[in-house]
């Protein structure tokens, strides 16, 4: 048992390191829903607003302004990356078929989704996640709840962090997209 516990604090370490030495948040392994390896790098040059999604949370509404805000401005370099995650109340158990097909059926989700990962810090957690939230992050912090989001500029830097209960369709939200839409 203390050498099974030993390795999964190794391999916590190395992965907060990976998030801690990459270069940008592009350098950082995902997978997308289908169990594609991939990296936000495939979206390197665009606006992503990064969220971590869940199916069965009071805030799963936000799909759908998601969707909507997805569509306005796709066309201008917005993407807008689901990330499912089961920390916060169990309110993702889906299995990744499950989670695709929700979010298809019942919300039209044309948006990027990736695997389900874990963001809450500890043990396991992402490295993406790491690096977003870390001591060294723009906006440092643990996600409180599903649908935090990250708006990430076309460089790679992390512009704003909105809460869960920030309405990705709201003034705030559309502003900083808009405005980072407008940065070259």
Known sequence: MKIKTLAFAILAAGLSALAAHAASVYDIPLKDIDGKSTSLKAFQGKVVLLVNVASQCGYTKQYKPLEAVYRKYKDRGLVVVG????????QEPGTPEEIKNFCTSKFDVTFPLMEKVKVKPGAG?????AALTGPDAAFPGEVKWNFGK???GRDGKVLARFQSADEPDSPQVIKAIETALAAK
């Open 150 to 152: 990250f708006l990430i």
């Open 83 to 90: 990330v499912p995650s089961n920390d916060f109340g169990g």
């Open 125 to 129: 957690q992402h490295p993406l996640y």
